[in-house]
């Protein structure tokens, strides 16, 4: 099945550091979404995005919907140990019915 | 109230057996959604139904038989299972078919 390419595939920094993660895609999509997963449980939606150019922000994180409408872009400011966990992007085109997940960001911050 | 809930949160169960997973959302949206996360954690469509209509088998063996009997719930039945078939299950629903996708906890299915 389809995938998003989605990088870095790890990430391991310090605790207050920024951290920044990208999505691409070989389709042009209506609707970017970025989630977070933690061990044992479901995804959890942080941020939509539903315009190209558009930039929406939720607390320390911010999202950008690329401009070629192909990419998608995250970046979590000031990151402190809670954060950890694996962020996904996922991106769906109108009429489709469905959306594709990139591969996931495992992220790790060190104390 | 839990948005999107799906039970058994775990299923362990012998090859061959066939087992149900139910899933139920109170958030009103006319679709919903089954992901499959394998063991690297990628998440992949497996169906999704509008207004309890399939719209998308995403090539799912016959063996896996979904069932909306009403836009709140969509479960899913698996005949003979394999070892391959060991996966965590997430239902998922949105308002739309590009509105926000919320997702349940998982069902864990493990095929010994």
């Known amino acids: 099945g389809q995938q998003l390419n989605q990088s870095p595939q790890s990430m391991f920094i310090q605790e207050g550091e920024d951290v920044s993660m990208n999505c691409t895609s070989s389709?042009?999509?209506?609707?970017w979404l970025w989630y977070k997963q933690e061990p044992g449980e479901g995804p959890v939606l942080l941020i939509a995005?539903?315009?190209?150019?558009e930039l929406t922000s939720n607390g320390r994180l911010t999202a950008q919907f690329g401009i070629t409408r192909k990419d998608s872009f995250l970046n979590i400011s000031a990151s402190i140990p809670s954060d950890v966990g694996i962020y996904f992007c996922?991106?769906?085109?109108?009429?489709?019915?469905?959306?594709?997940f990139g591969t996931g960001t495992r992220l790790k911050v060190l104390a | 109230d839990t948005a999107v809930s799906q039970t058994p949160k775990y299923l362990v169960t012998q090859m061959g057996n066939d087992k149900s997973i139910k899933c139920e959302q109170n958030?009103?949206?006319?679709?919903m959604y089954w992901y499959k996360q394998d063991s690297k954690k990628f998440l992949k469509i497996m169906f999704s139904?509008?207004?309890?209509?399939?719209?998308i088998n995403e090539t799912v063996p016959n063996r896996f038989s979904p069932k909306s009997p009403d836009k709140a719930h969509l479960n899913l039945h698996i005949n003979s299972l394999e070892l391959g078939d060991s996966a965590v299950y997430f239902c998922?629903?949105?308002?739309?078919?590009?509105?926000?996708?919320?997702f349940g906890e998982g069902s864990r299915l493990t095929v010994l």
């Open positions: 998922a629903s949105s308002r739309t078919n590009t509105g926000e996708l919320f």
């Open positions: 389709s042009i999509f209506n609707t």
């Open positions: 995005l539903y315009k190209a150019g």
């Open positions: 996922a991106g769906t085109t109108s009429g489709t019915y469905k959306y594709i």
């Open positions: 958030l009103g949206h006319d679709t």
């Open positions: 139904y509008n207004n309890k209509e399939l719209i």
